[in-house]
């Protein structure tokens, strides 16, 4: 039984298209973020987005002063070295 639900889980992650991100709502807790600003940076970068999802939940949502937007700035001063900007920001997340 877990694992059905399990592989549901990784199924619809997988399936996940920009329209879905575009529809998330941030919650109305009243912590300061920058979400469309998030978004924005995300796309700029070419992150997929099943990797934008986990994203900005690791980030709650672009939290603002939160270690995702060092990473940004990180990925903007690497001169194209980092290739992988959408795995580069959830290794910082996962810190």
């Known amino acids: 039984m877990r694992e ?3 592989q549901r889980s990784a199924t619809r992650k997988r399936n996940l298209t920009q329209e879905d991100i ?6 109305p807790d009243g912590c300061p973020r920058n979400f469309s600003g998030l978004l924005e ?4 970068f070419r992150v997929p987005p099943a ?4 994203i900005v939940l690791k980030s709650n949502y672009g939290e603002i002063g939160g270690d995702i ?3 940004f700035s990180v990925i903007r001063g690497s ?17």
């Open 79 to 95: 001169g194209g070295k980092i290739k992988l900007p959408g795995h580069y920001l959830l290794s910082v997340l996962n810190k």
């Open 69 to 71: 937007w060092k990473g």
């Open 22 to 27: 575009d529809r998330m709502q941030v919650p």
């Open 41 to 44: 940076n995300l796309r700029l």
């Open 51 to 54: 990797e934008q999802y986990t």
């Open 4 to 6: 059905e639900c399990d």
